[in-house]
T-cell receptor, first 121, second 111 residues
Framework: GAVVSQHPSWVICKSGTSVKIECRSL??????MFWYRQFPKQSLMLMAT?????????EQGVEKDKFLINHASLTLSTLTVTSAHPEDSSFYIC?????????????????FGPGTRLTVL | GQQVMQIPQYQHVQEGEDFTTYCNSS?????IQWYKQRPGGHPVFLIQ?????EVKKQKRLTFQFGEAKKNSSLHITATQTTDVGTYFC???????????FGQGTELSVKP
């Protein structure tokens, strides 16, 4: 399957600092990437949809000024958690959609990155 | 808004027993996808169902999509310890194309 990488895999930061998480599609172009947040023992909650070259679409209840998303190229999207607080501690997962319908893949199949575990002290 | 409900939340089985998780959507779906997440890992795509009444099999896993395209199930025959993990369904409706995840079913298998 397609490969999506995320960096860093884990980060610990102090309250009030900002953290940037990168999501890259390594072997395909992703015009759309998605950012999810997963708290322990819970499901994935979609935070925002990131479209290359345009503003991200945020889900209801997600503060766009706190979670800055940039999708500057077809293979890279970044999520910046600004002024992080302990309640922002979570597992952040990105996914990239291969819209090309590459042979062997389901059309619109999403490929997930390995996730970034954020701990805010 | 659209909701995707999944039951049960947890399932503990003896190795060799069967396992089923059910997924129900509040709205008609254009397709439904199933993912497996191992402890500490990230979701891994298993399959996508698109057609009404569709049934697909992957070895011991059988996936079904309901006639009304509002429900789905995943059945594992003769579970093995390697089946341990959380299974998520994720539905996509015709508006917006977002994937809405169910709560997941955590499967544990006792050897």
């Amino acid at each position: 399957g397609a490969v999506v990488s995320q960096h860093p895999s884990w980060v610990i930061c102090k309250s009030g600092t900002s953290v940037k998480i990168e999501c890259r599609s390594l072997d395909f172009q992703a015009t759309t990437m998605f950012w999810y947040r997963q708290f322990p023992k819970q499901s994935l909650m979609l935070m925002a949809t990131s479209n290359e070259g345009s503003k991200a679409t945020y889900e209801q209840g997600v503060e766009k000024d706190k979670f800055l998303i940039n999708h500057a190229s077809l293979t890279l999207s970044t999520l910046t958690v600004t002024s992080a607080h302990p309640e922002d501690s979570s597992f952040y997962i990105c996914s990239a959609r291969d819209r090309g319908g590459t042979s062997g893949r389901a059309y619109n199949e999403q490929f997930f990155g390995p996730g970034t575990r954020l701990t805010v002290l | 808004g659209q909701q995707v409900m999944q039951i049960p939340q947890y399932q503990h089985v003896q190795e060799g027993e069967d396992f089923t998780t059910y997924c129900n959507s509040s709205t008609t779906l254009s397709n439904i996808q199933w993912y497996k997440q191992r402890p500490g890992g990230h979701p891994v795509f298993l399959i996508q169902l698109v057609k009404s009444g569709e049934v697909k099999k992957q070895k011991r896993l059988t996936f079904q999509f309901g006639e009304a395209k509002k429900n789905s199930s995943l059945h594992i025959t003769a579970t093995q310890t390697t089946d341990v993990g959380t299974y998520f369904c994720a539905g996509k409706n015709n508006q917006g194309g977002k994937l809405i995840f169910g709560q997941g079913t955590e499967l544990s298998v006792k050897p």
